[in-house]
């Protein structure tokens, strides 16, 4: 899950297992989210999204899914592999979340294992 | 196209130095905004722009200045660097539109900034 503190979470897996990666969101308005993976020395990139009115988006080798009830956000990569070792964070977006809307996670740090 | 590009990447000033730094994206964005990023914290909207002329301020704004005189171009200036201001600027671009869909934000490489 998300960092609350000055460490990143961090989940080790295993190459070609599947990995799953949580985020708790703390607006119940948040109408959009957004999955970012960012590797070391490089600036965040957009992996996927998903609507509220959705529980479930799929991408390439990764899906997204949303509980509103719980306010819980997961990222699912399957098959995981060395490429996929960054850290990912989500972001929320509800119409008071700073001035732009988004507000970010903190991360997770996802180690592949050979 | 090269995306949203950042220089330097790297940059080291003493307290109280002045500097810019550069962000360019070649994308035709409307919307371009600068990011810190300090360890265990999420990324944070310094300030952000939605077209040339037009800037605001973000979250934590204070010791930073934004212009906007170019739709490609949105430099920020540290006016008296401190200490605090040590940290990983990310300079991001996306389309200006209503739809959520246009939220998927392109990010340039980072500057490493340390101020001492």
């Known amino acids: 899950g998300e960092s609350v503190g000055l460490h990143l979470p961090t989940l080790s897996v295993q190459e070609g297992d599947n990995s799953i990666i949580n985020c708790a969101y703390s607006?119940?308005?948040?109408?959009?989210f957004i999955w970012y993976k960012q590797e070391s020395g490089k600036g965040p990139q957009f992996i996927i999204d998903?609507?509220?009115?959705?529980d479930k988006r799929q991408g390439q080798r990764v899906t997204v899914l949303l509980n509103k009830t719980v306010k819980h956000l997961s990222l699912q990569i399957a098959a995981t592999q060395p490429g996929d070792s960054a850290v990912y964070f989500c972001?929320?977006?509800?119409?008071?979340?700073?001035?732009?809307?988004?507000?970010f996670g903190k991360g997770t740090h996802l180690i592949i294992q050979p | 196209n090269a995306g949203v590009t950042q220089t330097p990447k790297f940059q080291v000033l003493k307290t109280g130095q002045s500097m810019t730094l550069q962000c360019a994206q070649d994308?035709?964005?409307?919307?371009m905004s600068w990011y810190r990023q300090d360890p265990g914290m999420g990324l944070r909207l310094i300030h952000y722009?939605?077209?040339?002329?037009?800037?605001d301020q973000g979250e934590v704004p204070n010791g930073y200045n934004v212009s906007r005189s170019t739709t490609e171009d949105f430099p920020l200036r540290l006016l008296s660097a401190a200490p605090s201001q040590t940290s990983v600027y990310f300079c991001?671009?996306?389309?200006?539109?209503?739809?959520?869909?246009?939220?998927?934000?392109?990010f340039g490489p980072g500057t490493r900034l340390t101020v001492t």
């Open positions: 991001a671009s996306r389309r200006m539109t209503m739809a959520r869909s246009s939220y998927e934000q392109y």
């Open positions: 607006n119940s308005a948040s109408d959009y």
């Open positions: 998903i609507r509220s009115n959705m």
């Open positions: 972001a929320e977006i509800h119409s008071g979340g700073g001035a732009d809307g988004l507000t």
């Open positions: 994308m035709n964005h409307e919307y």
């Open positions: 722009s939605v077209g040339a002329g037009i800037t």
